[in-house]
T-cell receptor, first 113, second 109 residues
């Protein structure tokens, strides 16, 4: 069974640009959660999607958004990038709700210059 | 809001030695997860604990949740280079998982 796949693995953008990250969950998993990981703040919850609906949201500005498609694949978008958005973005999938055991992808390393 | 504090933040251990990592919650834990992360990569699920006093083991790693369900410990016996990485504890809070900041483990050969 294939694991969680995140693309791209690395990304370099400049301030003000926007970026879209993609996540393909494990086959059969319907919940996808997104996290931001930085050295200072650690791993922070962005949002969770379940059956194409945002089920839960963390404390991030509206520049961070996401969506989920009917095949459970999810995308995360960050608009008007800031230097502080440089981070490792991790996606995790679970069979049902986000509070079950989550399986993580390898992440997308975003650098904002 | 509930917070998870991990200690120590960093640990350097000689290969073959035992070690313990702690995770303390400000509130009662209803689901506690342990994950391992290799530098710059995704998290690998290790164990989940739900009941007070519960203890689980996988290979040389044992995790416990105390009776009051506010603290968990992760113990590694006879550490090996493959144990190096970042260990994170996570807890079920308001239908999402919050994580501690992690314990960085280095194993010296």
């Amino acid at each position: 069974k294939a694991g969680v796949t995140q693309t791209p693995r690395y990304l370099i953008k400049t301030r003000g640009q926007q970026v879209t990250l993609s996540c393909s969950p494990i086959s059969g998993h319907r919940s996808v959660s997104w996290y931001q990981q930085t050295p200072g703040q650690g791993l922070q919850f962005l949002f969770e999607y379940f059956s194409e609906t945002q089920r839960n949201k963390g404390n991030f500005p509206g520049r961070f958004s996401g969506r989920q498609f009917s095949n459970s694949r999810s995308e995360m978008n960050v608009s008007t990038l800031e230097l502080g958005d440089s981070a490792l973005y991790l996606c995790a999938s679970s069979f049902t709700a986000a509070s079950n055991i989550q399986y993580f992808g390898a992440g997308t390393r975003l650098s904002v210059l | 809001s509930q917070e998870l504090e991990q200690s120590p933040q960093s640990l350097i251990v000689q290969e073959g030695k035992n070690l313990t990592i702690n995770c303390t919650s400000s509130k009662t834990l209803y689901g506690l997860y342990w994950y391992k992360q290799k530098y710059g990569e995704g998290l690998i699920f290790l164990m989940m604990l739900q009941k007070g006093g519960e203890e689980k083991s996988h290979e040389k790693i044992t995790a416990k949740l105390d009776e009051k369900k506010q603290q968990s410990s992760l113990h590694i016996t006879a550490s090996q280079p493959s144990h190096a990485g970042i260990y994170l504890c996570g807890a079920d809070v308001d239908d999402k998982i919050i994580f501690g900041k992690g314990t960085r483990l280095h194993i010296l050969p």
